[in-house]
């Protein structure tokens, strides 16, 4: 298995912007398809942005298009998230998961994902 670690968070206004790290352990990084999701107290997690184990798909929630970008490094073990022009309802503890899936698809859904690091708050005040 893999043992994910984020970091990056914090408080910034609204307008500013944040990176987000995922560093990872185990396994090898490179198996498995990533994503940032995100969680509000009582919402369910959903998903920001996902990329795959090559790196070539990437996804997007429509709100984070233009906004931010998901990156990996394979060599580095790092998957990475930077996050332009933030608002206030992007405020959530972020996530970063790990899908150990054979398939070629990019996991659109929390429970397509397997492992999961144990969250950094993003807080963006107005």
């Known amino acids: 298995q893999v043992q994910l670690v984020e970091s990056g968070g914090g408080l910034v206004p609204a307008g500013g912007s944040l990176r987000l790290s995922c560093v990872a352990s185990?396994?090898?990084?490179?198996?498995?398809?990533m994503a940032w999701f995100r969680q509000v107290p009582g919402m369910e997690r959903e998903l920001v942005a996902g990329v795959s184990r090559s790196g070539v798909t990437l996804y997007y929630q429509a709100s984070a298009k233009g906004r931010f970008a998901i990156s990996r490094d394979n060599t580095k073990n790092l998957l990475s998230l930077q996050m332009n022009s933030l608002r206030p309802e992007d405020t959530a503890v972020y996530y970063c998961?790990?899908?150990?899936?054979?398939?070629?698809?990019?996991?659109?859904?929390?429970?397509?994902?397997?492992?999961w690091g144990q969250g950094t708050q993003v807080t963006v005040s107005s």
């Open positions: 998961g790990a899908d150990d899936t054979t398939s070629a698809d990019l996991g659109l859904h929390r429970y397509d994902y397997d492992f």
């Open positions: 185990g396994r090898a990084f490179s198996r498995y398809h």
